[in-house]
């Protein structure tokens, strides 16, 4: 079955950085593209950044460009995101899934939690 399995997060303080891995399985990886989105507390889930299947295009929300780099590598079946210049609006459960910009599979994983506070 379709697997997603995020890892990366933890509390930073503002200006600070962090990198976010996923591993996905079940389903041919390079096949597809793949998105990073995140869920506030309170708040819907919303996408953050979004790669193409040989990593050639890239998207990001209004958000995180400048800031968020999204990358894969797809002998690893993973996908991460960069994240620099963290700021507290970023605090959220980040997750991934398959798709450009819409999630192609209806489960997702348990997510890695990100902090940012002083």
């Known amino acids: 079955q379709v697997q997603f399995v995020e890892s990366g997060g933890g509390l930073v303080q503002p200006g600070g950085s962090l990198r976010l891995s996923c591993v996905a399985s079940?389903?041919?990886?390079?096949?597809?593209?793949m998105s990073w989105y995140r869920q506030a507390p309170g708040k819907e889930r919303e996408l953050v950044a979004t790669?193409?299947?040989?990593?050639?295009?890239?998207n990001y929300a209004d958000f995180g460009k400048g800031r968020f780099i999204i990358f894969r590598d797809n002998a690893k079946n993973m996908v991460a995101l960069q994240m620099n210049s963290l700021e507290p609006e970023d605090t959220a459960v980040y997750y991934c899934?398959?798709?450009?910009?819409?999630?192609?599979?209806?489960?997702w994983g348990q997510g890695t939690q990100v902090t940012v506070s002083s």
């Open positions: 899934n398959a798709g450009w910009r819409v999630p192609s599979f209806g489960s």
């Open positions: 079940g389903f041919t990886f390079s096949t597809y593209a």
């Open positions: 790669i193409s299947t040989a990593g050639r295009s890239t």
